[in-house]
């Protein structure tokens, strides 16, 4: 698979942009509308039980490599930052499941396309954002108009700018392995955009990535930021969450929703099926 490059032209980036925010919105609408009858709905939703086993799901424990240790772009590592990267290898591979596919080796090509976001945390500098795959003392000059810092190592940026922290993996990412791998436009055909939608196409085998807060998922508001699940099957009202940091958990619909709700929306349609189901 050839993955595009991260960066496209400012109309381009405007128009999915856009296309995101309206299907975030249209979600978390979906969701308001779930809760108003939840007795009802969940009631429904209790009576499906879709379980499916897959063979290819990738941890930060797979013996591959030790991931905790592994550098992931500009700052942290695969096991510390790679959900999206642990995502899109599971689509890869409901796609090819016979490929011979390297966590480690992808992570890189993920970073050096321009899908991993980072920036320094400076107060006058971390509105600035890289999407550079390692830190170049020449190109952070230029960004900022500070041609003393041209030759500066990452240790002394850090002292002059603040520590360098990662912003996360890009949601187009993911769009853009489900089109280059089905055909269809990215964001516009790739994005589920009701929790209808997401239940009847995880109830038949397809699987759905979902973009969850960490402070409300792992009921920990110490947890901030964004972390990227799969949904592989349901059960008594849980969904089948393939999570790359835990491995296989059951979670509440409930719970699930408000994680995907409370923050940043995303959810991807893995396998693009062009009827209604």
């Not at 109309?11 to 009858?37: G, M, P, Q, Y």
């Not at 009576?47 to 499916?52: D, F, V, W």
């Not at 490599?65 to 700052?75: E, I, K, R």
């Not at 002059?160 to 055909?183: H, M, P, R």
Request: charged residues 25%; contains cysteine; proline residues 3%.
């Amino acid at each position: 698979m050839q993955l595009k490059n991260m960066w496209v032209p400012k109309e381009e980036h405007d128009t999915r942009l856009f296309v995101h925010n309206v299907a975030a919105k249209r979600f978390k609408e979906s969701v308001k509308d779930i809760f108003k009858n939840e007795k009802d709905n969940f009631r429904f939703f209790d009576k499906i039980n879709a379980l499916y086993s897959y063979d290819f799901l990738f941890t930060t424990s797979s013996d591959e490599n030790c991931y905790s240790l592994l550098p992931f772009g500009a700052t942290n590592t695969i096991a510390g930052a790679g959900s999206g990267v642990f995502a899109t290898a599971f689509i890869r591979r409901l796609y090819a499941p016979e490929e011979k596919f390297h966590i480690t080796k992808w992570a890189r090509e993920v970073a050096d396309k321009g899908y991993r976001s980072w920036h320094f945390t400076g107060e006058k500098y971390k509105s600035e954002i890289f999407t550079s795959a390692t830190v170049n003392s020449a190109e952070v000059a230029e960004r900022f108009g500070l041609p003393e810092v041209s030759r500066c190592s990452k240790e002394d940026l850090e002292i002059k700018l603040g520590k360098i922290e990662g912003i996360g993996v890009s949601y187009f990412l993911i769009d853009n392995v489900i089109a280059e791998l089905t055909g269809v436009n990215p964001v516009t055909m790739t994005r589920i955009l009701s929790v209808d939608e997401l239940v009847r196409k995880v109830a038949i085998g397809i699987p759905a990535v979902i973009r969850v807060e960490n402070s409300v998922y792992h009921n920990d508001p110490g947890m901030v930021g964004g972390h990227y699940v799969v949904l592989i099957g349901m059960t008594n009202g849980q969904f089948v969450v393939a999570d790359s940091s835990i491995g296989i958990l059951l979670m509440s619909i409930k719970d699930i929703l408000k994680a995907a709700t409370a923050g940043r929306c995303a959810v991807w349609n893995c396998v693009y099926v062009p009827k209604i189901l």
